[in-house]
């Protein structure tokens, strides 16, 4: 094994690299866990398309004077930051992770409720779930590796409408996910408790150990 990134499953379903170095003793508990390795989180990259989708539908449909413009930006910006964040924090602090998650999912909300405002002002139809189209946006949000280049083409060349649509699928998709992260996050912790608690495992171990006679 590389030493110098290790790797544990991610709350999302996927490998997620880890950015801490420290290590401990065979069969003593981490003080910091893995941690970190955002960018293979498949939320944090679905949140990342959203963010690029949005700025770009931003700049073509969205009057650049508007408060609308820079709110819809930065609540895609946040969605996205967020995720980065609380994955960063997880090793000191999964309640710092949850808070942030959860910030994530609720900037999202507020952007997805901005492209329904869109929809309903504009006079156009929000796709249904199953329709074709809605079903096609997944078919390609299920490819790998997640990418805005995947929807490129869609989001430079579609009319607002299509375009608002097809960002909305993709938030769903990433809601979907943080969602799921979500409740494993606060498992996790009802679990295993934070920082503070694995300290006190630590310490407790560390004095039996001391305590424990010689052979």
Known sequence: MNTHQN????TDGTDTASQSSSSCPSGQERLLPPHGGYENLISFQKARVVYDATARFCDRFVDKRSRTHDQMI???????????EGSRASGTSKE?????TNVARASLE???EDYRDF????GSVQWEKDSKEALFVRQLGSRKPVSY??????VETRPAPVVANIVIS????TNYLLDQQIRRLEQDFLKEGGLRERMTRARLAARANQQRPLP
């Open 74 to 84: 930065q609540a895609a910006r946040s969605g996205k930051q967020n995720i980065l």
């Open 149 to 154: 280049e995947t929807f490129r083409e869609f």
């Open 119 to 122: 929809l309903r002002t504009d």
């Open 96 to 100: 710092t992770e949850i808070k942030l």
């Open 110 to 112: 507020e952007l997805l």
């Open 170 to 173: 993709l938030i769903h998709q």
């Open 7 to 10: 790797r544990t499953h991610s």
